[in-house]
């Protein structure tokens, strides 16, 4: 049993992949280390539990990556989802310290594998962890505790009380229990707050009950707030999230992966009305599965419906909820609860308006489109004609928030006189938006938590112990 | 094979990791789940079989208990598996032998023990049963005649595998694959079974009692799997000297039949004790506790074979031996009954799942990139 009255080396508010990279690094720089994880231990590990793999540089093939994904290619590709939402300076350093983290990563029993199947062909880009996150988690673990670091479970933290620049004690709930806890420096890796439903509603209205938490219900941003209510210079647009099409049938937290539908690109996607409502086939789903969740998010109930037929039906990843199934369009609306009238008249029109002729490929931008129709679709369009017929009813699904506390390259938490707190460090999802200040590269957030992770629990250690 | 609860709550589980796909670098059952989209009764059968229980993908799963879906991979499969076992049992009125599995053994061991030194005491002449023996040509036939070893052995063993092997198309016929099985798809499937790759959890091995891995399953059971065939090799070699070289037992202990007899009876008393401590100390979650008693029975059978035949061995020249002979043969009488009523027949439908597996290794996922 931890010795909670101890003042620690480095005390770490968090317990997904980024807070362990931290643990573990200022453990091994010879810091003793104290880690309150606010989730029971079977739910440890934050939004990790759900992540598969981390975004690599490397210049040459590698054990478990193709190819090579160098850095100009990987800041472009950054630059490119950011719209310039982002700091080249830090991401580069980020981008550049991935590609060193494997034989770390390997030390701590992280194992990878190489990509196979329902990967969105990241297997050049991305290094894909055995078993995914949760392995990833439980070997991190088990390398903590082998290296002594005290572990409590189903303690929050409350607050980190800052003072003059630093934070001198941390307020915490340990298994409901309040305590105040001591520490020389404090990393607070804790995760955004889209779990946080109240702090979401005052964005997006009564929206939020319509909407999927993807992850851990225990992001609540508790840490997040109380830092910026002190004094933490924010960074990163505090109404934006990242949001994905998702099954509505997917339960309101931790769903994780399964939940997601590929079928957009080859349906029809009506809204509750049964009017579609955006061009479903514009680019490949990889590249437009983030748009989606917002689309939906501004439809009628924050819902949508896709349709196909017994053609498309074969070409998407197996669903976690059965399709639903009818042998007309008509009876597939009834059985969704959109008039039925409305929707054969949409995919008539859609129907008529197909432009025959082009042959299929599911593989890539097939050309095949519809015309006269507002908005087109203008790829994969076949009609939709062949029975039996398949729906799945969509909603958005959040991810992740943006709101983030500032930090400098040390992952040092910048105060609003732009000065560093003395020894408060951030790594993950609580600073990601100093470099992801919007859209999303797949794998990109587990490379930010580990590489700022290592970061913070290097410097956090060395400061504990000068 | 029926639509069991177990089968029921099986394919809701393939459902939810064919949409997952996080495992499949783990073993050869999450490869096989990406190939189809819906799941018969015979494809679970299948998957159940395939699965070798190392526990792998409960410990990386995010959506294992008390996650809502409670997904449990192991023990889903676990369940299904035994019940696979009495659906494909020949003769059906025997498949009764596995809902109480544990008792079954023990009481066939039992009453086969009783038998054969039954059978031992009405053939010695009175009073000779436990007089000092010379290790001359032929002792152990004095206290057993050989006809009747013979009779008794190839008797009950050829039932066995009689009964194997109808179990075995039962579960093809239900279970098997679809296209024809060609030679490498048999050597790809043996070689699995002989390494038990699966049991390898991508690399590390198996999850004992916790996220740790480690390879001392496999180890064990290598010992276990490997002592047991060089005792049924010592047995083979006994047999060529007898019926073709006309050497009669006992044989010296520098012989071949009994070095390979005393190699392989150590490695049995290793693996099979091993895997029975292990037994003491797994986690529960992943397992499957009903079907315990089972298999620690066969455990404990093997373990007493192994250790009955090295006492034979150490007192075969005394006054000893008839009754240590006498209580080994029934171990292996109950053995030999046993193989398609107990958890030995896992290797029959394990590696009949392991040559599906082969077969359709060519087969392309579906859905995904």
Redesign the interface.
């Known amino acids: 049993m931890p010795d909670r009255k101890q003042t620690y080396d480095v005390l770490i508010a968090g317990g997904g992949n980024a807070a362990l990279c931290a643990a573990i690094t200022a453990r091994q720089a010879g810091a003793s280390v104290l880690l309150l994880e606010s989730a029971p231990k079977a739910f440890r590990g934050g939004n990790s539990r759900h992540t598969r793999n981390l975004r690599a540089m490397h210049n040459a093939p590698n054990a478990v990556l193709t190819d090579a994904y160098k850095e100009d290619e990987y800041w472009d590709d950054l630059l490119r989802v950011t719209g310039g939402n982002t700091n080249e300076e830090m991401a580069r350093m980020t981008i550049r310290a991935s590609s060193g983290v494997f034989d770390w990563m390997k030390d701590c029993g992280v194992r990878f594998q190489p990509s196979l199947t329902g990967t969105l062909n990241l297997g050049r880009t991305n290094a894909f962890f055995l078993g995914g996150g949760k392995a990833l988690l439980n070997a991190y673990y088990l390398t903590a505790e082998k290296l002594g670091i005290d572990i409590l479970y189903d303690t929050e933290v409350i607050s980190m009380n800052i003072d003059d620049g630093s934070v001198r004690s941390v307020d915490i709930t340990y298994r409901g229990f309040p305590e105040t806890l001591y520490a020389r420096c404090v990393v607070a890796s804790c995760g955004g707050f889209q779990a946080n439903l109240e702090w979401m509603r005052e964005f997006w209205g009564d929206a939020v009950d319509n909407f999927v938490i993807r992850g851990t219900p225990y992001n609540r941003g508790r840490v997040l707030k109380n830092l910026l209510d002190q004094g933490v210079a924010a960074i990163g647009d505090p109404t934006q999230c990242h949001a994905v099409a998702l099954d509505a049938r997917a339960p309101k937290f931790d769903g994780g992966i399964t939940t997601r539908l590929d079928s957009v690109p080859y349906s029809v996607v009506v809204n509750k009305n049964g009017d579609r409502f955006y061009d479903e086939g514009e680019d490949v789903w990889p590249k437009r599965y983030a748009i989606w969740g917002r689309l939906i998010a501004q439809q009628p109930d924050q819902i949508a419906y896709s349709i196909c037929d017994a053609k498309a039906f074969p070409l998407f990843m197996p669903s976690v909820y059965p399709a639903i199934k009818a042998d007309s369009v008509g009876e597939l609306a009834l059985k969704m609860k959109l008039d039925p009238a409305k929707v054969i008249a949409t995919v008539d029109a859609y129907n008529a308006a197909v432009v025959p002729g082009q042959s299929f490929d599911n593989l890539k931008l097939d050309g095949n489109k519809t015309q006269g129709l507002t908005p087109n679709k203008t790829n994969w369009a076949r009609t939709v004609d062949k029975g039996p017929f398949y729906g799945y009813p969509l909603r958005p699904g959040i991810t992740f928030t943006y709101l983030s506390v500032k930090v400098n390259d040390k992952a040092q938490v910048l105060m609003d006189n732009g000065q560093p707190a003395g020894n408060l460090f951030a790594s993950g999802e609580i600073m990601s938006g100093n470099i992801l200040g919007k859209g999303y590269l797949a794998g990109f957030g587990m490379t930010i938590g580990t590489v700022f992770g290592r970061i913070a629990g290097q410097e956090a250690a060395r400061r504990a112990r000068n | 094979m029926q639509e069991t609860e177990a089968v029921l709550n099986a394919r809701r589980e393939m459902?939810?990791c064919?949409?997952?796909?996080?495992?499949?670098?783990?073993c050869a059952v999450f490869?096989a789940v990406?190939l189809r989209?819906e799941f018969s009764t015979g494809d679970l059968s299948y998957l159940a079989n395939l699965c070798h229980g190392c526990r792998?993908?409960y410990?990386?799963?995010?959506?294992?208990?008390?996650?809502?879906w409670g997904i449990n991979v192991p023990r889903t499969l676990a369940e299904v598996r035994a019940e696979t076992y009495a659906e494909y049992a020949w003769p059906q009125p025997l498949a009764k032998a596995f809902e109480r599995n544990g008792v079954v053994v023990s009481v066939v061991v039992a009453l086969s023990i009783a038998l054969i030194l039954l059978i031992a005491m009405a053939i010695s002449a009175p009073g000779q049963f436990f007089a000092a023996r010379q290790m001359t040509a032929g002792a152990f036939y004095s206290v057993i005649p050989l006809w009747a070893m013979q009779i008794v052995g190839t008797g009950s063993f050829g039932f066995s595998l009689f009964a194997l092997w109808k179990g075995a198309c039962n579960f093809w016929k239900d279970a098997g694959a679809k296209q024809s099985i060609t030679i490498a798809a048999i050597a790809i499937a043996a070689w699995d079974a002989v390494t038990l790759k699966n049991l390898g959890g991508?690399?590390?091995g198996c999850n004992d009692n916790s996220?740790?891995f480690s390879k001392r399953r496999r180890h064990l059971h290598h010992a276990m799997a490997g002592g047991f065939m060089l005792c049924f090799a010592a047995t083979t070699t006994g047999f060529i000297y007898h019926s073709f070289l006309g050497w009669e037992a006992p044989y010296a202990f520098t012989s071949l039949p009994v070095a390979l007899g005393t190699i392989g009876g150590v490695l049995l008393t290793v693996g099979t004790v091993g895997l029975f401590a292990m037994k003491l100390v797994e986690d529960p979650m992943p397992v499957v506790r009903r079907l315990l008693g089972g298999d620690v029975a066969m455990l404990v059978l093997l373990a007493a074979t192994a250790v009955t035949g090295l006492f034979l061995l150490a007192v075969r020249a005394t006054g000893a031996m008839p009754i240590a002979m006498a209580i080994h043969l029934g171990f292996i009488l109950a053995l030999f009954m046993l193989l398609p009523y107990s958890k030995m027949v896992h290797g029959v439908y394990r590696s009949a799942a392991l040559l599906r597996r082969a077969v359709e290794r060519d087969m392309k996922?579906?859905?995904?990139?």
């Open positions: 459902e939810i064919n949409a997952c796909r996080y495992c499949e670098g783990f490869p990406t989209r792998g993908c410990y990386a799963c995010q959506y294992a208990p008390p996650h809502e991508g690399g590390d996220e740790a996922p579906l859905g995904g990139e």
